[in-house]
């Protein structure tokens, strides 16, 4: 396998001319639950840039970039190595533009104020080549953010193996922003937490010398009040670590390792699922590149590591869903219990009853029920969720990514409005 990717000149407005499409899917109400349950009705449409040939979107984030009130979509799209910031002005309206210079093998961007000037900056995992390589050809870049909508790159680390996730936080206490990196690689890879010293110089400590790091993301995971982070590795390790800081150094511990190595881990984040205020983790195993896309496999899911405090992690199994990928946390149905939504980068492209967007519904008490989404379009990578409209219900944004054949019923960024129930077509 490659990777998990837990993965544009000129500008396009978001009203394109393709069709809408509403899905509706619908189950029986359990018992106790609430009546909105019983359909999730979704409205798609795409934004951004037109799709082009074979889209290549390896990830997705949500940020008020230019801070004016609104979400707007940034995208790291591979095919054209570049990122995209999906402006959303006015409300409703997204237009795409290309921000800073190109970046090879764009995987992961998140959002923080680097340099703390009170801008939002880019932090750009950059793998060099999304296709397989053991070259060192990672890098560490970061967007600045010089205000009025422009952006300069920053290389802050070169010549390491490739990048997969990069985040940003303050590790030692010393009031800037320090940043975790994550290299998948390919044989060789490593996890490095990069100190800074500021004047954008930063001194790397490496934590852990092996292939597959999918995703790094930082958490205060034993509540003593620094920020330690979580990683998931792939390859030969199939491993969920805990990198617990001790104030400026790490140690760590493997929280689960899967049963074998096809596996196939492919994305993690963190959601409090149970509202105990305790940060757990959502794992999706569901990569297909070891199989060349083709098939997707049985064994495919998600689950849930219950954080029970103290650096205990109870394993629960949400479910089965062929090509699981890309697991993010939202309040889908506004009970007040975090849903969970995925996405499937593998499963089959022929099947017609595939599903290819799944919300997890949290039925309380540890119960999540898996509910059908949508069927097309084919091969999402990646989602995010926020409340773009501004009404408190969450939109989710997803992205295509079409490397291998059969190419049918593709797409670039797409929007999913849920649509209110009793509305009219």
Request: contains cysteine; negative net charge; glycine residues 12%.
């Amino acid at each position: 396998m490659i990777c998990a990717l837990a993965l544009l000149g000129g500008s396009g407005c978001g009203k394109q001319d393709a069709p809408t499409a509403a899905v509706t899917v619908s189950r029986p109400t359990p018992t106790g639950s609430s009546p909105t349950l019983a359909s999730l009705t979704y409205v798609s449409e795409p934004i951004g840039l037109p799709m082009g040939n074979k889209p290549v979107i390896t990830h997705l984030a949500l940020a008020d970039l230019d801070e004016d009130g609104l979400l707007d979509v940034i995208a790291c799209d591979g095919a054209s190595q570049r990122i995209g910031w999906i402006r959303q002005s006015p409300r409703g309206v997204f237009t795409e533009t290309v921000v800073g210079d190109p970046v090879p093998g764009p995987a992961h961007v998140s959002v923080c104020d680097l340099n703390g000037d009170g801008r939002p900056d880019l932090l750009v995992a950059s793998m060099g080549s999304i296709l397989p390589s053991n070259d060192k050809i990672g890098r560490v870049v970061v967007l600045e953010n010089l205000g009025n909508g422009t952006f300069r790159n920053r290389v802050l680390l070169e010549n390491v193996a490739r990048v997969t996730d990069v985040r940003g936080a303050d590790f030692n206490g010393d009031g800037r922003t320090d940043l975790v990196v994550g290299q998948f690689g390919y044989i060789e890879g490593e996890i490095r937490w990069m100190e800074n010293l500021g004047d954008w110089t930063f001194r790397s400590h490496v934590l852990l010398s092996q292939p597959g790091t999918i995703t790094v993301p930082p958490a205060d995971y034993d509540q003593d009040g620094k920020v330690d982070f979580a990683a998931l590795v792939s390859q030969d390790s199939e491993a969920v670590h805990w990198f617990r800081n001790l104030g400026g150094e790490f140690r760590d511990q493997v929280l689960w390792r899967a049963r074998d190595e096809s596996w196939g881990s492919s994305g993690m984040e963190v959601a409090d699922l149970n509202r105990d205020g305790r940060p757990d983790l959502i794992v999706s195993n569901g990569d297909g590149f070891d199989v060349n896309m083709t098939k997707p496999a049985r064994w495919h899911g998600l689950q849930w590591l219950e954080n029970r405090g103290g650096g205990d992690f109870h394993y629960h199994r949400l479910g089965d869903m062929p090509g699981c990928y890309s697991p993010v946390s939202a309040d889908l149905n506004q009970d007040g219990r975090p849903d969970v939504v995925t996405v499937s980068g593998f499963n089959d492209v022929m099947d017609a009853e595939a599903v290819w967007l799944m919300a997890w519904m949290n039925e309380g008490q540890g119960r999540f029920t898996p509910v059908p989404l949508a069927r097309d379009p084919t091969r999402l990578i990646t989602v995010a969720a926020g409340d773009l409209d501004g009404n408190g219900v969450p939109v989710l944004v997803t992205g295509g990514m079409h490397l291998y054949p059969p190419f049918a019923h593709m797409s670039r960024v797409t929007l999913w409005r849920r649509k209110p129930a009793g509305a009219r077509p």
